[in-house]
């Protein structure tokens, strides 16, 4: 009855230590659950983090690749833009779609993607107004100049996110801490029963502890692998960036030497090193049936062990190590280098580890893309520094030059008017004996000469009078040319009109009409202007002499600008203009029209001692005109 009643308590006793185990299991295994289920979701705000970071990236890259463009005009600072470009819309859905659960998180990130596009859009407008040939700076600040706020509205946007996901972070740290607590007391309790049930409750214990070590390392490789994404941002030189992102990758793969080397059709050069004793710069030919090759040819992913590895055809690898997993660096889907982690151990790497270094190379070529068009941007600022010191030095040694032979030209042009003044003067005194004695000759003698000699008299005074003209009008161009130039706000008009009553009173018996336009006026030196307006003028009353009535207009084109004198002489053939403004050169006869051949000259010399342009129409009997600029 006793034992009856033992075995029933033993029983009950059993059945209550079973229900109690059976009750401490189910609670432990629910804490595992919920565990799992937090360390789930702190990997997936992780995720989340880094999906915001990648778009911070994508569009930081954009805004680089951009300016360069608009800096240099070169197309291939657009290849990072084209790639944030095309990669934005991608990490936008990304986004979006691991923050289903978050109708918060959703609405920012619609708003996020708003500022973006009009970010981009703005952008776009900047490149096609450089593509097109505007260099306009005002235009290109425009452009660029609204980056700074977009760009502040999406990291209040994104760090508004970060902060959201970290607090869940918190909270859900804080449950999985409040598991881990339940299952220790329900292990603990359930260790203090039968030794079946201990070892039991010992196994189940084991499993948890490895559950919890297994999320715990995946939460250390999830923070390094940001620390890998933080390193990727920084503006660090080439050199200083494989060396640290390559110290990180062997910390995050537990590798015992990575070696990194860039592709070049064919062949691998080797970049940088760490934990391994490599040849820098190092260029290996590889044969097609290389692992390396086949690996960088079809961007995938190779694992070799054993014999594989030992003819990796670099020696540090080849000796020391016994599993080698080498990866592809892609840029564009294009495969720029090649990343090899070893470890000592044979049949050391798992697919977790290959899937955890695939995600690191594309984090280190996204990298190295990154400090390549930071270095660009760098050298070209440099080269762009180098050549404004070359031009500003040309510019000083080309001014040096100008002012030189500026010098050398006025000491030249004012010897050539030193001596033409000084032979059109000294060339006075025999002309003046000349026509002196021509004249005493006429009068003492003339009865005495025969009709011929006298007409040789009277040539010989015309040929002297015409020699006195030609010594003034020398003269005149002289003092035109030395004297000295003084602007002032004048009356064109009336300047006109007063060389137009100088020309009626020297012409009484000519039938002159003289149209002059009212109200012009020119910014000029009043002397000199007039000086071309009587040689002007003077020319079309001389042209016009054989026409019964002299019509001469003088006006202003409101098209051009232009002042000109034109009258409906004799005109001349076009195909001569070009020696009318030249010292001499006439294009009619002295027994059609007499004249100097220095008029025109003299207009010439004025006009461009104003800084302006002359220029002749006409056709043969059908009258000129003359046009002038003053600057």
């Not at 360069?68 to 779609?97: C, I």
């Not at 960036?241 to 062997?250: A, Q």
Request: net charge negative; hydrophobic share 45%; glycine share 6%.
């Amino acid at each position: 009855m006793k034992a009856r009643t033992s075995q029933t308590i033993i029983s009950s006793l059993l059945f209550g230590a079973i229900l109690v185990v059976t009750l401490n299991a189910w609670v432990a295994y629910r804490a595992v659950e919920t565990l799992t289920q937090s360390q789930f979701w702190v990997a997936h705000t992780w995720q989340v983090i880094n999906a915001v970071e990648r778009v911070l990236g994508s569009l930081k890259d954009a805004e680089t690749g951009t300016r360069g463009y608009l800096l240099t005009g070169d197309d291939t600072y657009l290849a990072p833009y084209a790639l944030a470009k095309a990669a934005l819309p991608e990490e936008l859905n990304q986004l979006q779609q691991l923050t289903t659960d978050n109708p918060q998180e959703q609405g920012r990130i619609a708003e996020m993607r708003a500022v973006i596009d009009q970010r981009l859009q703005t952008l776009d407008e900047g490149v096609k107004e450089r593509s097109e040939g505007n260099t306009n700076s005002i235009r290109l600040f425009v452009l660029t100049g609204t980056g700074k706020t977009e760009m502040d509205h999406v990291r209040s946007l994104s760090a508004a996110m970060q902060s959201t996901e970290q607090s869940l972070l918190k909270q859900r740290t804080e449950a999985a801490a409040v598991a881990r607590n339940k299952a220790d007391a329900t292990l603990i309790g359930a260790s203090s029963l039968d030794i079946v049930l201990l070892i039991l409750l010992f196994l189940n214990l084991s499993r948890e502890r490895a559950m919890r070590y297994k999320a715990a390392e995946v939460a250390e490789r999830l923070q390094e692998l940001q620390s890998i994404s933080d390193v990727a941002l920084t503006r660090l030189t080439l050199a200083e960036l494989t060396d640290e992102l390559l110290d990180r990758v062997r910390t995050v793969a537990h590798a015992d030497g990575v070696v990194l080397c860039m592709w070049h059709d064919g062949e691998i050069e080797v970049n940088a090193a760490n934990g391994i004793a490599v040849n820098h710069g190092l260029r290996i030919k590889l044969d097609p049936t290389d692992p390396l090759y086949q690996a960088a040819t079809a961007n995938r992913v190779v694992t070799l062990t054993g014999t594989s590895a030992a003819h990796v055809p670099l020696d540090g690898l080849s000796r020391e190590m016994h599993a080698v997993l080498v990866l592809p660096l892609t840029i564009s889907d294009r495969v720029v280098g090649i990343l090899m982690a070893g470890r000592r151990a044979a049949n050391a790497f798992e697919d977790t580890d290959q899937q955890l270094l695939t995600v690191v190379a594309d984090r280190i070529a996204l990298s190295l893309a990154r400090v390549n068009a930071y270095e660009a941007e760098r050298e070209a600022r440099r080269l762009a520094e180098a050549s404004a010191e070359e031009v500003q030095a040309l510019n000083t040694e080309l001014e040096e030059r100008v002012r030189q032979r500026t010098a050398e030209l006025e000491a030249t042009n004012r010897e050539l008017e030193a001596f033409s003044y000084s032979v059109s003067h000294d060339l006075r005194a025999p002309l003046r004996s000349v026509d002196g004695i021509s004249v005493a000759l006429e009068e003492d003698y003339g009865e005495q000469l025969t009709p011929e000699a006298r007409d040789f008299l009277r040539r010989i005074r015309a040929g002297v009078q015409k020699m006195g003209q030609l010594i003034d009008a020398l003269l005149q161009l002289s003092r035109i040319t030395r004297a000295e130039l003084t602007r002032e706000d004048i009356d064109v008009t009336a300047l006109a009109e007063e060389v137009a009553a100088d020309l009626r009173q020297q012409n009484p018996t000519r039938n002159l009409t003289l149209r002059i336009q009212p109200r012009m006026r020119a910014d000029a030196d009043p002397r000199l202007l007039r000086v071309a307006l009587a040689n002007l003028l003077g020319n079309a009353v001389k042209f016009t002499a054989k026409k019964e009535v002299a019509v001469i207009d003088v006006g202003q084109s409101p098209e051009t600008n232009e002042f000109f004198v034109r009258d409906n002489g004799a005109g001349f053939d076009m195909q001569y203009a070009g020696k009318l403004f030249t010292a001499f050169q006439r294009l009619h006869g002295d027994r059609d029209f007499q004249g100097s051949g220095i008029g025109l000259a003299t207009v010439s010399r004025v006009v461009r001692r104003h800084g302006g342009k002359t220029r002749a129409e006409s056709a043969v009997g059908d009258g000129a005109t003359f046009l002038f600029t003053l600057g």
